[in-house]
């Protein structure tokens, strides 16, 4: 990979979109909605000049379903909202992973339920790594901490939704997505369009059985089938894991803690290390698959864990599922509509690391 | 012994796979499937074309025509055929879609698509009933005829008038053809296809958005025998949706 050498100070929306053009991404289909709006408009120019195309949809319905269509047709395409308009993509996302077609959606996390706030949150931690839709599936989800990594993910996610046929959800929030922060781009070396699209509808040949993209499977057996595939393909991802370990080593208490709110926790774990604490931090980067082998490794080695989220406690479902064998988590919500302080956390990780 | 010489003077078209199809006796959308497979193997497209298949009877569209394909979710096929335009837009691109599916829960895609003037071809099915499902109320449903939801008959007050689409897409700034044939007689079914052929010529001449909307029966969910149902369409349906070309922005076409 060339890196190249400039800096630029940019938000952490634009990272994403500016991501997904060095990944070649050559459709975007989006609707507005805050705290995203800074992608579509973004895209709205820039990937016209890049040879793409875009598209405001009359809806996030239709929205998703344009990404459904361009992602049919083997383009690396993608679609961005905010939480209200992700309930809205879920049919969409649905007949994605069904039907096995790439694509890359992000979710720029607002408070809710409901219309809830414009501020920053993780209550839709639950609806990104459940398979939000109906029916039985998953998707890859990528939580990036800071600017560059949502830059550098989004990348990322181009590569993984076209290797493993998959919708692939990048999650972040309201507090990444309007944070400005310097970021080094960079451009993949190579990326080849039309290279492993022996899927894709391209227009029929002579030379090759028509193509189809569809989730409906109604021959007897043929469902089941379809499910079983689509399964042995999730469990496959477990090898893909992905987290950062920030001074867990000699920790005794370990905070379990994704996106933005990993990194106030992580202030917190500064503070505190200064002071001789034995707190470290555990950051998912992939939330689905979950690093469960490495929550678990940690757990082996006698450590008691806190988990902080934006919500009323989902991720910590996943961390307890991880160490059940060995261990518990406790947990500290932050309501969605407040906006925390590394001072804030003090006393709960305080408390824990005490046996409080 | 006499020689028999015998001539072959109906074939089915190339494109359309040789195989039985589900659809109940009487039923207009293997005219209406013939007619597009026609078309194709005419206008030379069908290696070209990149096929969005809807919700309803006509899901299995995809295992009659021997094209690529994606099958959209219930109302969506004219965003997920805009996608798919958008992407590989020297692709020729269209939807086959139901009452139901365009009319009810797709009135929003195919209203904007049709508005945005994407360049794609719309075949829309409408027999006044949900057919697959069992017969419900549909948008195109007219006043006073029975369904499953209405048993009693449709009633204007509480359950509105069946809409018009063709008129309400021919109103619409992006359109460059809009019209409406009918699959009851040889007669209508000729016109039929020059309805469909000029909406697909929109698009491969990149005028714009095409739509045909074609009046069709429904024997099974009706609960008439094929021949009643072509009389219906003729005596019910047709007064109401009345057939002709509502827009035409081509050269030699004109508004009538």
Redesign the interface.
């Known amino acids: 990979m060339t890196k190249q050498p400039e800096r630029i100070f940019i938000k952490g929306n634009e990272a994403i979109a500016r991501g997904a053009l060095a990944a070649r991404c050559k459709c975007f289909f989006g609707y507005p909605i805050t705290p995203q709006n800074d992608i579509p408009e973004f895209m709205s120019t820039e990937i016209i000049k890049a040879g793409g195309d875009f598209v405001q949809a009359e809806s996030e319905v239709a929205a998703a379903n344009m990404l459904l269509g361009a992602a049919a047709a083997g383009i690396r395409s993608m679609t961005s909202s905010s939480s209200p308009g992700m309930s809205l993509k879920q049919e969409a996302i649905s007949y994605m992973a069904g039907s096995e077609v790439p694509a890359v959606i992000v979710n720029v996390n607002r408070g809710g339920p409901g219309l809830g706030d414009i501020g920053p949150a993780q209550g839709d931690y639950y609806q990104s790594t459940r398979g939000g839709g109906h029916g039985d599936y998953r998707h890859f989800t990528l939580a990036p901490g800071n600017v560059q990594e949502a830059y550098d993910l989004t990348i990322r996610a181009f590569d993984i939704a076209f290797e493993h046929r998959t919708p692939v959800l990048i999650l972040a929030d309201a507090i990444l997505g309007q944070m400005k922060e310097p970021i080094t781009p960079w451009t993949p070396e190579k990326i080849d369009d039309e290279a492993g699209r022996d899927w894709a509808i391209t227009g029929k040949t002579a030379d090759r059985e028509k193509r189809l993209i569809k989730s409906l499977f109604l021959a007897e057996g043929e469902l089941a089938e379809q499910n079983k595939h689509l399964q042995a393909k999730y469990e496959s991802w477990t090898k893909l894991t992905e987290c950062e370990q920030f001074e867990t080593e000699d920790a005794d208490l370990i905070i379990c803690a994704y996106g933005s709110i990993a990194r106030i926790a992580k202030s917190t774990v500064r503070k505190f290390r200064k002071e001789g604490k034995k707190v470290g931090l555990f950051r998912p980067i992939t939330l689905y698959p979950f690093p469960s082998a490495q929550l678990k490794a940690l757990a082996e080695q006698d450590k008691r864990f806190l988990t902080i989220e934006h919500n009323l406690g989902q991720m910590v479902d996943d961390v307890r599922l991880a160490i059940r064998t060995v261990s518990d988590s406790d947990f500290f919500p932050i309501y969605p509509g407040n906006l925390p302080t590394p001072d804030e956390l003090e006393e709960p990780i305080l408390k824990c690391l005490e046996g409080k | 012994m006499s020689e028999i010489n015998e001539k072959l003077v109906f074939d089915k078209p190339e494109i359309i796979i040789d195989r039985a199809t589900h659809y109940c006796p009487g039923c207009h959308h293997g005219i209406a499937h013939r007619l597009v497979g026609e078309l194709l193997d005419e206008m030379e497209l069908?290696?070209?074309?990149?096929m969005?298949t809807s919700i309803g009877c006509s899901?299995f569209l995809?295992n009659y025509l021997?094209?690529?394909?994606?099958?959209?979710?219930h109302g969506?096929a004219p965003?997920?055929?805009?996608?798919?335009?958008?992407?590989?837009?020297d692709?020729f691109v269209f939807t086959y879609q139901g009452d139901g599916d365009l009319a009810s829960i797709g009135m929003?895609?195919i209203?904007?698509a049709a508005n945005?003037g994407e360049k794609i071809s719309v075949v829309f099915v409408n027999n006044t009933v949900y057919g697959m499902t069992g017969g419900q109320m549909a948008p195109t449903t007219l006043i006073g005829q029975k369904t499953t939801t209405c048993p009693n008959g449709r009633c204007e007050t509480t359950q509105g008038s069946p809409i018009r689409m063709t008129e309400i897409i021919a109103s619409l700034g992006g359109v460059a053809y809009a019209a409406r044939g009918s699959l009851d007689s040889v007669k209508n079914i000729r016109t039929a296809k020059k309805h469909l052929k000029k909406a697909f010529e929109c698009q491969t001449n990149g005028t714009g958005f095409g739509f045909v909307e074609l009046l069709s029966g429904c024997p099974t969910n009706w609960k008439m025998t094929p021949l009643q149902a072509n009389e219906r369409i003729q005596n019910d349906m047709i007064p109401y949706f009345p057939l002709g070309v509502f827009k035409d922005i081509s050269e030699d076409g004109g508004i009538c």
């Open positions: 069908g290696g070209n074309t990149l969005t899901v995809y021997n094209v690529d394909a994606v099958e959209a979710p969506r965003a997920v055929a805009t996608g798919v335009k958008r992407a590989r837009p692709h929003a895609e209203m904007h945005r």
